[in-house]
Antibody, heavy 115, light 110 residues
Framework: EVQLVESGGGLVKPGGSLRLSCAASGFTFNTYSMNWVRQAPGKGLEWVSSISSTSSYIYYADSVKGRFTISRDNAKNSLYLQMNSLRAEDTAVYYC????????WGQGTLVTVSS | QSALTQPRSVSGSPGQSVTISCTGTSSDVGGYNYVSWYQQHPGKVPKLMIYDVTKRPSGVPDRFSGSKSGNTASLTISGLQAEDEADYYCCSYAGSYTWVFGGGTKLTVL
């Protein structure tokens, strides 16, 4: 069974940092590009960042460029998102997802940026 | 990185058919056959309904179908049921490992 399990969300003050993790199982993680997608409260889905299977290619949405860093560890079947200089508008549920072929999503982890 | 354009809302009566459109550009919807559709009920995780424009995952009723013409993709739900009432999002590959979502469409079953 394919599983993507996010962790690391929580409450953080503006300007703070947080690191999200995503543990993958049930598929050959190291052959898939991976993504982070977020959804602010009451809003739609927003693609945040992607990383190719070997980490050779990394891309970010303009809204997070320069503040967020995506990475992966294929030996651990894990995906990460380091989030720095957090803003109130980064408050959202963050999903780990493979969007290619038959898409797979995790259950999400809530990040709240508030003083 | 402009969002795909979806109608904000659509509605239909039980048993009817509804179609939700998703308009992009030749750089995303029109350029690749990687359009997917998600159903999201309040407080729930998005559920994959259609991927690769027309493919349906196992377990999704065949009342749901996808298509694409030019820069516009469409999700058609036939034989509308009360449980189909939800938000629907389209998603398209936009090249260079990037993706773009539609703004979402609220489906109301009258």
């Amino acid at each position: 069974e394919v599983q993507l399990v996010e962790s690391g969300g929580g409450l953080v003050k503006p300007g703070g940092s947080l690191r999200l993790s995503c543990a993958a199982s049930g598929f050959t993680f190291n052959t898939y590009s991976m993504n982070w997608v977020r959804q602010a409260p009451g809003k739609g889905l927003e693609w945040v960042s992607s990383i190719s299977s070997t980490s050779s290619y990394i891309y970010y949405a303009d809204s997070v460029k320069g503040r967020f860093t995506i990475s992966r560890d294929n030996a651990k079947n894990s995906l990460y998102l380091q989030m720095n200089s957090l803003r109130a508008e980064d408050t959202a549920v963050y999903y780990c997802a493979s969007l290619i072929q038959q898409p797979k999503w995790g259950q999400g982890t809530l990040v709240t940026v508030s003083s | 990185q402009s969002a795909l354009t979806q109608p904000r809302s659509v509605s239909g009566s039980p048993g009817q058919s509804v179609t939700i459109s998703c308009t992009g550009t030749s750089s995303d919807v029109g350029g690749y056959n990687y359009v997917s559709w998600y159903q999201q009920h309040p407080g729930k995780v998005p559920k994959l309904m259609i991927y690769d424009v027309t493919k349906r995952p196992s377990g999704v009723p065949d009342r749901f179908s996808g298509s694409k013409s030019g820069n516009t993709a469409s999700l058609t739900i036939s034989g509308l049921q009360a449980e189909d009432e939800a938000d629907y999002y389209c998603c398209s590959y936009a090249g260079s490992y990037t993706w773009v979502f539609g703004g979402g469409t609220k489906l109301t079953v009258l």
